[in-house]
Antibody, heavy 120, light 107 residues
Framework: EVQLVESGGGLVQPGGSLRLSCAASGFSFSSYSMNWVRQAPGKGLEWISYISGSSSSIFYADSVKGRFTISRDNAKNSLYLQMNSLRAEDTAVYYC?????????????WGQGTTVTVSS | DIQMTQSPSSVSASVGDRVTITCRASQGISSWLAWYQQKPGKAPNLLIYAASTLQSGVPSRFSGSGSGTDFTLTISGLQPEDFATYYCQQADSFPRAFGQGTKVEIK
C-alpha cells in the first residue's frame, strides 16, 4: 500500500524550531518529487515547499523562505521539513504530498497530516 | 507569482444536481491545473490533473475543462459523499498556488 506518514508536530514557542518527518512506503521513493503543504485552522491549503527526487531542485513559498528547509533521505524513504524562527502564523496542519509521476501533474498521495502549534 | 481565484466560495446544492466550480489563474498556465476534494479533518484527494485528466479511481461524474487562465470543475449528479470543499492548484510553475476553496453544501 502506498502510504505517507508525517510525524514531529507539536507545541512550540514563537522563535523556536521543529523538524517534521514524512515516512514513505509502498513506492519507489527516490523516483518521486515531494511537497509540503499546510493548512491553518479553518483556512485553505497553502503550498510551502518542493524537492525533486534527487534533491537537485528545491523551491519554497515566500512565506517560509529563509526559515524552513526541505530535505530528503532516499535511503531511509523519508522527507523532512526543518522549521526555524517559527511564528504564530505558522500554526497549521502540515501535510507531505507526493508529486505525480507525470511532470506538472497533481499531488497524488497525501499523508494524514501533523499539527504544529506556535504559541507561548 | 501566479494567483488562483475560485468562484463561488460556496454553493448549496441537492443530491442529483449539476455543480460547476470556476478557477481563474492570474496568468496563463496552459493545462497545468489540478483539482482536489477535501472533507473535514481529512487530507485532500486528487480528482483531476492536467485540467481534464481524471485521476485513477475517481468517479466519472467529475470532469474538468479549460486551458490558459480559465478552468472549470463539474460534478454531474451530485452524490451525498461529494459534499466537501474543492480546491484548484496551478502546476505550471513555482511557487505552486491553490485557489481559496469552494465549499459544496447540502441545500
Amino acid at each position: 500500500e502506498v502510504q505517507l506518514v508525517e510525524s514531529g508536530g507539536g507545541l512550540v514557542q514563537p522563535g523556536g524550531s521543529l523538524r517534521l518527518s514524512c515516512a514513505a512506503s509502498g513506492f519507489s521513493f527516490s523516483s518521486y518529487s515531494m511537497n509540503w503543504v499546510r493548512q491553518a485552522p479553518g483556512k485553505g491549503l497553502e503550498w510551502i515547499s518542493y524537492i525533486s527526487g534527487s534533491s537537485s531542485s528545491i523551491f519554497y513559498a515566500d512565506s517560509v523562505k529563509g526559515r524552513f528547509t526541505i530535505s530528503r533521505d532516499n535511503a531511509k524513504n523519508s522527507l523532512y521539513l526543518q522549521m526555524n524562527s517559527l511564528r504564530a502564523e505558522d500554526t497549521a496542519v502540515y501535510y507531505c504530498a507526493r508529486q505525480g509521476y507525470i511532470p506538472r501533474s497533481g499531488m497524488d498521495v497525501w499523508g494524514q497530516g501533523t499539527t504544529v502549534t506556535v504559541s507561548s | 507569482d501566479i494567483q488562483m481565484t475560485q468562484s463561488p466560495s460556496s454553493v448549496s446544492a441537492s443530491v442529483g444536481d449539476r455543480v460547476t466550480i470556476t478557477c481563474r489563474a492570474s496568468q496563463g498556465i496552459s493545462s497545468w491545473l489540478a483539482w482536489y476534494q477535501q472533507k473535514p479533518g481529512k487530507a485532500p484527494n486528487l480528482l483531476i490533473y492536467a485540467a481534464s485528466t481524471l485521476q485513477s479511481g475517481v468517479p466519472s461524474r467529475f470532469s474538468g475543462s479549460g486551458s490558459g487562465t480559465d478552468f472549470t470543475l463539474t460534478i454531474s449528479g451530485l452524490q451525498p459523499e461529494d459534499f466537501a470543499t474543492y480546491y484548484c492548484q496551478q502546476a505550471d510553475s513555482f511557487p505552486r498556488a491553490f485557489g481559496q476553496g469552494t465549499k459544496v453544501e447540502i441545500k
